[in-house]
């Protein structure tokens, strides 16, 4: 299923008014969750650029001959600059480049062209360089337009975290010593695959896991699982992320095999205690910067603020992280619809990592969890 | 495990020797892939930067607080530079650009510095531009050195081959009507994450597979695993990505359920032959482009010409997708121990799409598969 034609066109009007407002006159985007997000179309773009260019009469895209019929059959766009990369097409264009150069030729001299400063590649802004055309970065207002999400986002927000828990029972269900941290993912991505596939056809559904086993791996908050097998009395991070047609929920908990210490338990509770705090926090008018001082004030009153290494949490929608970030720089005012995790966390060496992730919707007068899976010691001991 | 620290000592001498040919007095690298080669550190990036400097003296990592210890436990450099994201450490450095100006203060005036043009985001470009640097392109000199795998990679491709063919037979051994493209997906990565835990311990394994079932999705060739059903009659492609350790092997089968029509047959045996003469193709000395056209005739020759989409193979390692491509503009001579996706495929409206894909590494006169499964029709039909 693809996303509502109707709801797409009217994120490209918005994106149009801000780019009048900002005074620019032509958009080059890079980004494939942009591009997806303003045309429809999730295309697979590592090794063959894709592009999408965006004024206020027309959307232009670069596409490989290879997704030609996927992107005709899902973007919505003006027109489409097919390149080829076969010998029987080489007196067509063969580098995306030269469709490129095709369309800012027509382009008024000196105009004002948006771009994402922080993801195009510097040999593109080289280009537009080039050609005298003056480059204002437009990043944040993507940012800003992805960050309050829409009816349509948010119900395929709440599939995704439903799903998550239904993997997180899976791999709970099924844990035990001597598994590793890949076969634990497993349990869960299997029932993730076939509970999706018997309640939707024709969608896209995908996840990635990181499970972080034992003292020391635990500690570190960001490693890919691997094959460390679990064993007892081993303190364990699992982070999960699942998504449905675009979006995506992130559920993590942090769980014990066989008897925590005295230290892990008290570690354990902060970090649910820091998390209740930042559930309480969320609401419209809110500072993002609050909520992650009030949730890092839970650790530190306890004397473990030296062991917090991240921000309380990112947003969350058609990226694995997004901003704006709940960051205690951030004076960004909360508002309804907008999607964020809320994952405080503690790392003591020696002791172990401690830490869960929920999803949350920002709501009229609070903020609800899109993942539901329990979150207390007796829960998570096993 | 890591990679054996004299091996990237090796690879980082190298890399040294082309600053030293090229005049690029520093390298600032973005890219994490070229990062984990030439340091041994494979970071988890997306939202918080990690950034690389290397000149012929010294080699300097900027870290997010997060990835700390794990940097420092894995990565063969000189100094980090940490950034951090809480309120406790707000009088220290909270963004990974000011360690950068910091560290590029130092430079002298007007130095070469050497980045990959075609990955390096446009603001940190800027930076470097206004700072008065001259600023060279240094992406082609990487993919040159990781083009030539050396024995610790051709190892570890080995393994990810072997595992690859495990995952497919698996996934194979459970094919029927009515499961979707996701869950057959499934049973292959769980043989996948079963097999490399009980043979490995404490090392990372991933995947990535598209499987595109039915006439209409098996005729796009980039397209994500859905929760589309299988159905009678279905000719499918399965594409599968493994790897271990960080090294990457392409395993993919066009199969059958039930029976295929004629037209099918003969599109299945074409790319099959199209294959085999890019197997026979693939020796030292032999030029990119000419493996891709003389696979492409075996098409071309009976009329499907039309059909093809795409090149022949991409070079494998670290990416998805690496350069040098076989491909019909490459004039790149083949070289002993470069690696390649042989993968010719035709995509023809109203009968589907066919594609085999195995790894081959360069040898001393010929090439040799990696990815072993069975590629005739008689075994795979379902």
């Known amino acids: 299923m693809s996303l509502q034609k109707e709801v797409v066109e009217k994120r490209l009007a918005h994106f149009r008014s801000r780019m009048v407002d900002k005074g620019v006159q032509h958009t080059l985007l890079w980004d494939p969750d942009n591009q997806y997000y303003l045309s429809n179309y999730d295309a697979?773009?590592?090794?063959?650029?894709?592009?999408?260019?965006i004024d206020q009469k027309e959307m232009k895209y670069i596409i490989p001959a290879l997704e030609e019929d996927h992107a005709k059959e899902r973007a919505i766009a003006?027109?489409?600059?097919?390149?080829?990369?076969?010998?029987?097409?080489?007196?067509?264009?063969?580098d995306y480049r030269t469709p490129l150069h095709t369309i800012i030729n027509d382009w008024e001299k000196g105009a004002v062209v948006g771009v994402e400063l922080d993801i195009l590649p510097a040999s593109v802004y080289q280009i537009l360089r080039d050609q005298g055309f003056q480059i204002k970065d437009i990043g944040q207002d993507l940012i800003d337009l992805r960050a309050v999400k829409d009816e349509e986002e948010i119900y395929w927000l709440e599939q995704a975290g439903r799903l998550s828990d239904a993997a997180l029972s899976a791999s709970f269900a099924n844990v035990k010593a001597g598994m590793s941290e890949l076969e634990f993912d497993s349990h869960g991505d299997q029932k993730l695959l076939e509970l999706s596939s018997k309640e939707f056809s024709g969608l896209i559904v995908g996840y990635e896991n990181w499970t972080c086993s034992g003292i020391e791996r635990s500690a570190m908050p960001h490693l890919y699982s691997s094959t460390r097998k679990y064993e007892e009395n081993d303190v364990i991070i699992h982070s999960r992320q699942v998504w449905i047609?675009?979006?995506?929920?992130?559920?993590?908990?942090?769980?014990?095999?066989?008897?925590?210490?005295?230290?892990?338990?008290?570690?354990?509770?902060?970090?649910?205690?820091?998390?209740?705090?930042?559930?309480?926090?969320?609401?419209?008018?809110?500072?993002?910067?609050d909520v992650d001082i009030a949730s890092f004030n839970v650790f530190e009153a306890e004397g473990y603020g030296q062991y917090?290494?991240?921000?309380?949490?990112?947003?969350?929608?058609?990226?694995?992280?997004?901003?704006?970030?709940?960051?205690?720089?951030?004076?960004?005012?909360?508002?309804?619809?907008?999607?964020y995790t809320i994952e405080p966390g503690i790392y003591v060496p020696g002791?172990?990592?401690?830490?869960?992730?929920?999803?949350?919707?920002?709501?009229?007068?609070?903020?609800?969890?899109?993942?539901?899976y329990p979150r207390e010691m007796k829960d998570l001991m096993f």
Do not use: W
């Open 245 to 289: 047609n675009g979006y995506r929920a992130e559920n993590e908990r942090t769980f014990f095999i066989g008897k925590p210490t005295e230290e892990q338990k008290k570690c354990f509770q902060l970090a649910v205690d820091a998390q209740q705090v930042g559930f309480e926090m969320v609401k419209p008018g809110v500072k993002a910067k």
């Open 44 to 53: 697979i773009s590592y090794s063959r650029p894709i592009v999408l260019l």
């Open 78 to 94: 003006d027109h489409f600059y097919i390149y080829h990369e076969k010998i029987q097409n080489n007196h067509l264009d063969t």
């Open 351 to 372: 002791v172990g990592g401690f830490r869960h992730s929920d999803t949350v919707i920002v709501t009229k007068d609070g903020c609800r969890s899109i993942t539901k």
């Open 308 to 339: 917090v290494q991240h921000r309380i949490g990112h947003g969350l929608g058609l990226s694995e992280h997004e901003e704006p970030y709940l960051r205690f720089d951030n004076d960004l005012v909360l508002e309804e619809g907008m999607v």
